[in-house]
T-cell receptor
Framework: EAGVTQFPSHSVIEKGQTVTLRCDPI?????LYWYRRVMGKEIKFLLH????????ESGMPNNRFLAERTGGTYSTLKVQPAELEDSGVYFC???????????FGSGTQLSVL | AQKITQTQPGMFVQEKEAVTLDCTYD???????LFWYKQPSSGEMIFLIY??????QNATEGRYSLNFQKARKSANLVISASQLGDSAMYFC????????????FGPGTRLSVLP
């Protein structure tokens, strides 16, 4: 069974540019999460989808970040325009509806120069 | 607010020895779940072990066991017979039920296993 996959694994962009991260959850997992870890700090929750609906987006830092999950399958996280402080590792995770275990992807290392 | 504390930024252990990674948590909710994840240099986050707040016994998964002390709000991870492949970052995390499924993570502990 395929795990959670994220693309790209690395992205280097200049300040002001746009970047879109993609996450494919485990098939059948309704719950999809985005987290990020910036500069060695704690892994912070960004948002949570249940199918295509945003269940909780309280962790989104500002309106430069837009997450979508059209059709309830894969999700994208767009940063527009990117700022230096957005650099970090962005993790996606998924879980079954009532499961307690999060399955994580390998993350996307975003570097904003 | 929920919080996870991992006071050991880095730990060293000799191969084949046991090691304990500390984790303390803070929550006022009576129902919660505690998790440990491993992040090797390749980047992925690997689930290791889970402990529910109402579980009577400490969780065990192979060489991993969780020393759950509810009154002290601690959930230390014990790795027995360390292997070189255990070198990685280890994150303690908490999920508070039933308010949501977002996890709170600790800052992590980098474990280095020495040959």
């Amino acid at each position: 069974e395929a795990g959670v996959t994220q693309f790209p694994s690395h992205s280097v962009i200049e300040k002001g540019q746009t970047v879109t991260l993609r996450c494919d959850p485990i098939s059948g997992h309704d719950n999809l999460y985005w987290y990020r870890r910036v500069m060695g700090k704690e892994i912070k929750f960004l948002l949570h989808f249940v199918k295509e609906s945003k269940q909780d987006e309280s962790g989104m830092p500002n309106n430069r970040f837009l997450a979508e999950r059209t059709g309830g399958t894969y999700s994208t996280l767009k940063v527009q325009p990117a700022e230096l402080e957005d650099s970090g590792v962005y993790f996606c995770a998924s879980s079954q509806s009532h499961g307690g275990k999060l399955f994580f992807g390998s993350g996307t290392q975003l570097s904003v120069l | 607010a929920q919080k996870i504390t991992q006071t050991q930024p880095g730990m060293f252990v000799q191969e084949k020895e046991a090691v304990t990674l500390d984790c303390t948590y803070d929550t006022s909710d009576p129902s919660y779940g505690l998790f440990w994840y491993k992040q090797p240099s390749s980047g992925e986050m690997i689930f290791l072990i889970y402990q529910g707040s109402y579980d009577q016994q400490n969780a065990t998964e192979g060489r991993y066991s969780l020393n759950f002390q509810k009154a002290r709000k601690s959930a230390n991870l014990v790795i027995s017979a360390s292997q070189l492949g255990d070198s990685a970052m280890y994150f303690c995390a908490m999920r508070v039920e039933p308010h949501g499924q977002n996890f709170v993570f600790g800052p992590g502990t980098r474990l280095s296993v020495l040959p």
